[in-house]
């Protein structure tokens, strides 16, 4: 089946740098989602980008699909980006979302 | 707070037996979600429900079900509990039928011993 993996594992950040969380899938897909966990657990849909490059806020996101891989963007971070930040990709024909291992992210003040 | 409800919060119980979990969408939501979150198995998506049909499908095991009744709200129903079940199971709901625009519930933290 199709593999997604993350890079890096951990990220560590003092409040206002800038980070890059890579996502990388074995095979095309149908969509890529990026989510955020929270430390408290809460999940948050971030983007939903097959293809191109989406912003909100401090967060942009870029999917090359020819390519596999999908960036996600953190400018000017702060303790609250702190978390989880997932990737998923939507493979088969039944629309199995796949998840990676995710990118844990502290935010030291 | 995303305005999807889950029940219960948390819940114990014993290998073999059966529980079902309760969800309940965002008000006007026609899609809802489930997602299992366990340490060995990380983060997958079970299943999917839109307006009381099955939409998507993931690794939801057989031993699993679930359904999405007519007011909406949606039910997994877990049976012949084993100790690897164990984790953390979140609902999540949307206006569409797709993947967009997911907000999540709080989660029912399943342990079986």
């Known amino acids: 089946g199709i593999q997604v993996e993350q890079s890096p594992p951990d990220l560590i950040l003092q409040e206002g740098a800038n980070s890059t969380l890579r996502c990388n899938f074995s095979?095309?897909?149908?969509?890529l989602q990026w989510f955020h966990q929270n430390p408290w657990g809460q999940l948050i849909n971030l983007f939903y980008i097959p293809s191109g490059t989406k912003q909100n806020g401090r967060l942009s996101a870029t999917t090359v699909a020819t390519e596999r891989y999908s960036l996600l963007y953190i400018s000017s971070s702060q303790t609250t980006d702190s978390g989880v930040y997932f990737c998923?990709?939507?493979?088969?024909?039944?629309?199995?979302?796949?998840f990676g291992k995710g990118t844990k992210l502290s935010v030291k003040p | 707070d995303s305005g999807v409800t889950q029940t219960p919060k948390h819940l114990i119980t014993a290998t073999g037996q059966r529980v079902t979990l309760r969800c309940s969408p965002r008000?006007?939501?026609?899609?809802v979600y489930w997602y299992q979150q366990s340490l060995d198995q990380g983060l997958q998506f079970l299943i999917q429900?839109?307006?009381?049909?099955?939409?998507a499908k993931g690794n939801i095991l057989e031993r699993f079900s679930a359904q999405q009744f007519p007011d909406l709200h949606s039910e997994l129903n877990l049976s012949s509990l084993e100790l690897g079940d164990s984790a953390l199971y979140f609902c999540a709901s949307s206006a569409t039928e797709g993947w967009y625009e997911q907000y999540f519930g709080p989660g029912t933290r399943l342990t079986v011993t």
């Open positions: 095979d095309s897909v149908n969509n």
């Open positions: 429900y839109y307006n009381g049909e099955e939409r």
């Open positions: 008000s006007g939501d026609l899609s």
């Open positions: 998923a990709v939507e493979a088969g024909s039944q629309g199995n979302l796949i």
